[in-house]
C-alpha cells in the first residue's frame, strides 16, 4: 500500500507541474472532457461499484478532506462526499492508534524495588500468599494491584504459600547449619586383621570434626559414654547444638538419643539406605579413607587413634574446605600476601600422618610401594 500511495503522489505531483503552462480556457476543456468520461463509464458500470484501493482512498481523502461540503457536492466524484469525509477520519484514527501504541506491549514493566520488596516479603514469610502480601504493600504505601504481585512471584519461580511453607531437607539444612551435627560410623582393618569402628561426630556450619573413639567392638556401654564425652566437649566449647543427624544403625542405643535430648539435642534420623541426608560426615570419611587410611598402615587400635588425632588436628587447623570458602575451623585464613619477594621464600609445611604412639614398642618408619594400589603408604617395623 504505501509503495503504490508514493506512485500515485509522485505522478499526480507531475501532473500538477505539466498544468502549470496551459490556461484556465484549456483547464477547463479538460475538466469537462474528463466528467463526461467519468458519466459514459458510470453508464456502463450500471449498478457495479466501483472498487477503490486503500492507497487511492488515502490519496483522495488527502485531496479533498479541505474543501467544504458544498463544495463536494458539486464535483462530479464517484463517491459521496460524505465517503471521502470517513475515509480521512479513518486515516487519522489509525494514525493516532499508531502514535498511541506503546513501544512494548502489554502493562508497564513494575518497578525493579517493588519486585525486590515483593521476594524479599515472600523469602521471610513463607507462610504469606500473594494476597497477604499485596495487603502488606498497601500498609507500606505501595499501591500495585493483586495480580501484579502473584506475577511477580510466578517470575521468580515461588511456589504458591501452602508449597513455600513446607520446607524441604535442603531448605531445614541451610537454615539450621549453626546449631546442626552429624555423626557416623564407620570401619577399617588393622595388619592383624582387627576390625575396628571409629565414631566421627562433625559441626555443619564451621566443618570440624570430633572423632569420639576406636572401638573393635561398639557395645551400647560404649556408644552411650561417647555420647557423655560429646556433651561435655560441646559444653567446654561453648557451642549450643539443637540437631543431630544419624543413620538408622543398631549400634546406636536409644540411651543415645536419650543422653543427647537431655542436653537439648533433638536426633534426627536420615532415611533408609539414602547416605545422601547425612552427606557432610559421609564427605569427611570418603576425605578420611582417601588422605590417611589408604596411605597408612594400620598397626594396631592405639595406632589407629593416634593416627585419627593427627589427622583431627590437620583437618581442623589447616586443611582448607571449599564448603567453608576455603576456610579452616579452628582458624582463620591469614591476610593475602602481596610482596612476591616472600611467596618464593615460602615452602609448604611437612605433614606426616600414622607415626606411631609412644605406647607402641620402638619401631622404625620404613616406606614401601603397595603392589595393588601403587601408592606409597608408611609401615611400622619393629626395630631388632
Known sequence: ML????????????????????SNRDKDIEILALRHQIGVLQRQLGDT????SPADRALLAAL???????????LHLLVRPDTILRWHRDLLRRRHARMSRPKRPGRPRTLRSIRVLVLRLAKENPS??????????????????????????????????????????TQ??????????????????????????????????HRRIRVLGVTPHPTAAWVTQAARNLVMDLEDAGYRARFLIRDRDGKFPHLFDVILADAGIQVILSGIQMPRMNSIVERWVQSCRHELLDRTLIWNQQHLLHALREYERH???????????????????PSPITDPAHITTRHPPTLKFGRPPERVPPCRLAWMDDIFGKRRVSLCVRRR
Not at 461499484?49 to 477503490?52: A, G, K, P
Not at 574446605?321 to 585464613?333: C, D, K
Open 315 to 333: 583437618y581442623n587447623n589447616h586443611r582448607p574446605h571449599q564448603g567453608i570458602a576455603n576456610a579452616r575451623p579452628l582458624q582463620t585464613l
Open 3 to 22: 509503495l503504490r500511495l508514493a506512485y500515485l503522489g509522485l505522478t499526480n505531483t507531475f501532473a500538477m507541474l505539466r498544468l502549470i503552462p496551459v
Open 128 to 169: 504469606w500468599g500473594y494476597r497477604r502480601i499485596h495487603g502488606e504493600l498497601l500498609v507500606l504505601g505501595v499501591k500495585v494491584a493483586a495480580s501484579t504481585v502473584w506475577q511477580v512471584l510466578a517470575d521468580a519461580g515461588i511456589d504458591p504459600a501452602p508449597e513455600r511453607s513446607s520446607s524441604t531437607w
Open 172 to 205: 531445614f539444612l541451610r537454615s539450621q547449619a549453626e546449631v546442626l551435627l552429624a555423626c557416623d560410623f564407620f570401619e577399617t582393618v588393622t595388619l592383624t586383621g582387627a576390625r575396628m569402628y571409629v565414631l566421627a561426630v562433625i559441626e555443619h556450619a
Open 64 to 74: 479533498l478532506h479541505r474543501l467544504p461540503r458544498h463544495l463536494l457536492r458539486r
Open 49 to 52: 461499484r466501483v472498487r477503490f
